[in-house]
């Protein structure tokens, strides 16, 4: 009987701990967009600088959940939230990379020759905050309905990278001479919808710990 206290209060420290995280990467992500949108140098550096950060609390949960496992060998709905715990742990940090590769992108745009073509990723970046927000409260309350229509925004996320794509091919054949600009500028597309790709992956996760169904590549969803 206390075995099985110190096990749920275990796994209440860990739904806490992924909660922590979930709110450090939503605020490196939208300290990366706003880098973009404002062309703030010095946002920038900051979400590279404090990567770390996530890096450590990630190694943290997986460690606080392989120890729950180990332990007291959970099964059914336990082992479940454990394991999509570890998964969902895993997207938070691949987030954290994004938005550090989105940061890192802003400088490499700003180091280059000025060029008077640009994109406006304000929308896209606000769809796929709003996307990790969406993922997260599913997470906290445990809701298959947000989780489900969150997996069901990231076609919308696809067309805004189709759209810089094609804007940005444009630009490039009449200012050959800033390629590496226009470069690094579509670079942020692809970074942003990989970020959404990773937010969809922690709604699927949700829905796998709530109803124990592995929804990756459903039909259904699409």
């Known amino acids: 009987m206390r075995e099985n206290r110190h096990f749920h209060k275990g796994l209440e420290k860990i739904k806490k701990m992924i909660l922590s995280l979930g709110a450090l990467v939503e605020d490196r992500v939208h300290m990366a967009s706003r880098s973009v949108e404002k062309r703030d140098?010095?946002?920038?550096?900051?979400?590279?600088?404090?990567?770390?950060?996530?890096?450590?609390?990630?190694?943290?949960?997986?460690?606080?959940?392989?120890?729950?496992?180990?332990?007291?060998?959970p099964v059914a709905g336990d082992?479940?939230?454990?394991?999509?715990?570890?998964?969902?742990?895993?997207?938070?940090?691949?987030?954290?990379?994004?938005?550090?590769?989105?940061?890192?992108?802003?400088?490499?745009?700003?180091?280059?020759?000025?060029?008077?073509?640009?994109?406006?990723?304000?929308?896209?970046?606000?769809?796929?905050?709003?996307?990790?927000?969406?993922?997260?409260?599913?997470?906290?309350?445990?809701?298959?309905?947000?989780?489900?229509?969150?997996?069901?925004?990231?076609?919308?996320?696809?067309?805004?990278?189709?759209?810089a794509y094609d804007y940005i091919k444009e630009a490039m054949y009449h200012n050959i001479d800033h390629l590496g600009y226009l470069i690094n500028l579509l670079l942020i597309s692809r970074h942003l919808e990989r970020l959404a790709d990773h937010t969809t992956n922690i709604a699927e996760e949700v829905i796998y710990m709530i109803e124990g169904e592995i929804v990756r590549h459903s039909k259904e969803l699409k």
């Open 79 to 163: 082992l479940r939230f454990l394991v999509a715990v570890i998964k969902i742990n895993n997207e938070l940090e691949r987030i954290g990379d994004q938005a550090v590769n989105i940061a890192q992108r802003m400088l490499r745009v700003a180091r280059e020759a000025p060029c008077n073509v640009n994109f406006d990723y304000s929308l896209m970046s606000q769809k796929v905050e709003h996307m990790l927000k969406k993922s997260l409260d599913a997470l906290v309350k445990m809701d298959v309905d947000i989780a489900l229509k969150t997996c069901l925004m990231d076609d919308e996320i696809d067309q805004y990278r189709r759209d």
């Open 41 to 73: 140098l010095e946002l920038a550096q900051t979400v590279i600088r404090s990567d770390y950060e996530i890096d450590e609390m990630e190694v943290e949960i997986e460690e606080e959940c392989l120890k729950s496992i180990a332990l007291y060998q």
